[in-house]
């Protein structure tokens, strides 16, 4: 009872403080901090010891001969280097820190990976950090990993944390950052030939999926332990999971389950997974349906051809429609010709390089066009909380990123009207849009012409309300009418049930905890209180992600044959279930929504845009009014994110794909 009583105490007073351990309920299977640490050096501090070799040291081989290609300029420039500058995550961090003492652990293990592996991850608000940890995930993050099913190379995982089902043959953990590291001085990668002045070995790990699911599919131990439906769509089985705060982690449902069955943040890898994507050979491009042979498909393909073996890697090895694929996709420009291992030539650094035709662009490329403006605004105003004093090559990468970002989103989607239907195809490996939920979204602006050019409607209008912030009244643009009848939103909405809100409060949790704000006046909505209220079976939507147990709704499109059974199993279906052709067990959901357009009387034409916004303006305001500045540490983040929001066009909303309308 005294350890049940210190526990509630501690999640009570979290507020103002954060966890010096990393509590059971946030903990996950995978290595360790303090498991792969290097050697101390003489003189040096016990706090900078590495986990990982840093970044500059792999740059002076693969970096600083081509920025077109070379590997170190496009992953500076990329939101893997950026992830713990990245100000949305040290926003989110504050939230998390005041709703589960602790719970910054998680978005400090994929945000700066190093840092977490060293131990500086506790205190858990990130005031540990270094210098050396700013550059987010860095190239060992990734050319460490291995299966964590030991298939292959045995990486570092000592019991109780070991990320895989235990069986014979093991079925790996992959997700939420269960990450299982090589602890030797070897870099791994996909090559049995590298000419290197480091160890290296052969991984077939690197050119799957499973890899990038490492962290691209994000799961909540929190609610995934302790919340009433275990934070997913079906609840876990009894016993797989203990439901006591702070019981051993061997009883969690972390340790018992694989990550996509528990506490839903982000599904990218299992959506990716569930699709006929990643077993469709590169090399059976003729076979896709003429609609999916455009775009990011299309370009994918065709870069695959270079390795001159119809679409497999130049080693022969059957090439699939894998997330590499697209976001590593084989460098074909010119000047990479010659180069080596993607270094460059020098005869005082490598002895007969291997040539490569089909070397994986690191870029790394995502759609995150918007952060990277942030950074660079807070950090001309010296407000970055990591990594601070950009040098002119860091924001040259960043520039490069940018219009990457933008140009990816171009190849994501195709609009096609056919008399008063409008057909949106994914043309992406994942739903479209995929990723990091809160304050994402995609939605389609129409504007409705007479024959005289009059505007008559517009739909999902963007444009500017005047919200108040703090007293102050400030014009901010978002999405005019959110809940309009010809209103088309693409977005995966969070949210939390009153079975978890009465929870909560039985849990320590006070009952003012502010659910959410009216995005004008800033007024609270809802509290926690008043939620657990309500009658049974009701839910709030929140931005709370690391409280948040239940998926109010998502109806982003699916990628192509994303069968309904492994959707389900996963955690990754359409919520409801019935759109996209509601199909049952291994039939595929649609991989395009079919939209019915209503012009309005008298429309002669339209123009049709389908928008993407990073970050929206009631997200952008959540992170700044939910921090209660009790975190002396982090009390100025959520007001930083707006500043810079505010100051770096808002966030504003890029053309994903456009089509006309016209009356016939």
């Known amino acids: 009872m005294r350890l049940f009583l210190a526990l509630v105490m501690a999640f009570v007073c979290s507020s103002a403080y954060a966890a010096d351990t990393v509590p059971t309920d946030v903990q996950m299977p995978g290595t360790q901090p303090g ?43 990329s939101m893997m280097s950026l992830a713990a500058r990245d100000p949305l995550f040290w926003g989110a961090l504050a939230i998390a820190e005041q709703d589960f003492d602790g719970g910054g652990d998680l978005c400090l293990r994929c945000h700066t990976s190093g840092a977490w592996l060293a131990g500086r991850s506790v205190p858990t608000d990130g005031r540990a950090l270094i210098a050396r940890d700013s550059n987010g995930v860095e190239c060992e993050t990734c050319h460490r990993l291995t299966n964590p099913d030991g298939s292959e190379h045995k990486g570092v995982q000592n019991y109780p944390f070991i990320a895989n089902n235990g069986k014979t043959p093991a079925t790996g953990f992959f997700g939420a950052a269960q990450y299982v590291m090589w602890g030797g001085l070897d870099k791994l990668a996909p090559y049995s030939d590298s000419v290197t002045r480091h160890p290296s070995l052969k991984s077939n790990f690197h050119r799957s999926p499973d890899l990038c699911g490492t962290c691209h599919d994000v799961s909540n131990p929190v609610t995934g332990d302790l919340a009433h439906n275990n934070g997913a769509l079906k609840p876990l089985k009894a016993g797989t999971f203990s439901g006591v705060l702070g019981a051993p982690v061997q009883s969690k449902a972390a340790f018992n389950n694989f990550p996509y069955q528990y506490g839903i943040v982000e599904r990218t890898y299992s959506e990716h997974m569930a699709s006929r994507w990643p077993t469709f050979k590169v090399s059976d491009y003729a076979k896709l349906p003429t609609e999916l042979k455009a775009g990011a498909v299309k370009v994918a393909y065709e870069k695959a051809l270079l390795a001159g073996k119809g679409g497999n890697y130049e080693d022969g090895t059957t090439r699939t429609f894998t997330c590499q694929t697209c976001h590593m996709s084989p460098i074909w420009e010119a000047p990479v010709a010659g180069k080596p291992d993607g270094a460059r030539a020098s005869s005082t650094i490598h002895n007969a390089p291997k040539m490569r035709k089909d070397m994986p662009h690191h870029d790394l490329t995502g759609g995150n066009y918007w952060v990277p403006e942030a950074i660079k605004y807070l950090d001309s105003k010296g407000k970055l909380r990591a990594g601070g004093g950009l040098k002119p090559d860091q924001i040259a990468a960043i520039d490069a990123g940018v219009l990457r970002a933008k140009n990816n989103l171009t190849q994501a989607a195709t609009l096609k009207v056919s008399d008063n239907t409008l057909r949106v195809v994914n043309l992406t490996g994942h739903k479209l849009i995929s990723g990091y939920p809160e304050g994402r979204r995609m939605w389609l602006n129409m504007k409705w012409y007479d024959s005289r050019g009059k505007l008559l409607r517009e739909d999902g209008k963007y444009g500017p309300i005047t919200a108040t912030i703090r007293g102050t009244p400030v014009v901010v643009n978002t999405i005019l009418d959110l809940k309009g009848s010809n209103t088309r939103i693409y977005e995966i909405q969070g949210g939390m049930t009153q079975k978890w809100a009465k929870q909560l409060l039985a849990m320590g949790k006070p009952a003012s905890l502010v659910l959410g704000f009216d995005r004008a006046s800033g007024k609270v909505t809802r509290t926690l209180g008043q939620l657990a209220a309500q009658s049974e079976n009701t839910y709030e939507k929140t931005f709370h992600f690391i409280l948040n147990n239940y998926v109010a709704s998502d109806n982003r499109i699916p990628p192509y044959g994303m ?51 990073p970050t929206s303006w009631e997200y952008i305001q959540f992170l700044a009014l939910a921090n209660t500045k009790s975190n002396t540490f982090l009390n100025t983040v959520g007001d930083d994110v707006l500043d810079a929001w505010l100051n770096t066009g808002m966030s504003a909303p890029h053309i994903m794909a456009s089509a006309t309308w016209s009356k016939s």
């Open 563 to 613: 069968r309904a059974d492994e959707s389900e199993r996963r955690n990754a279906s359409p919520v409801p279930d019935s759109q996209y052709g509601d199909p049952d067990g291994s039939a595929a959901y649609q991989y395009a929504d079919n939209v019915a357009l209503k012009p309005p009387s008298g429309a002669a034409r339209a123009t049709i845009d389908l928008l993407y916004q």
């Open 35 to 77: 498991e792969i640490l290097s050697p101390l050096t003489p003189g040096e501090p016990v706090s900078s010891r590495m986990s990982l070799d840093p970044a500059r040291q792999c740059n002076w081989c693969h970096g600083n001969y081509n920025s077109t290609v070379e590997p170190g300029h496009n992953w500076q420039g």
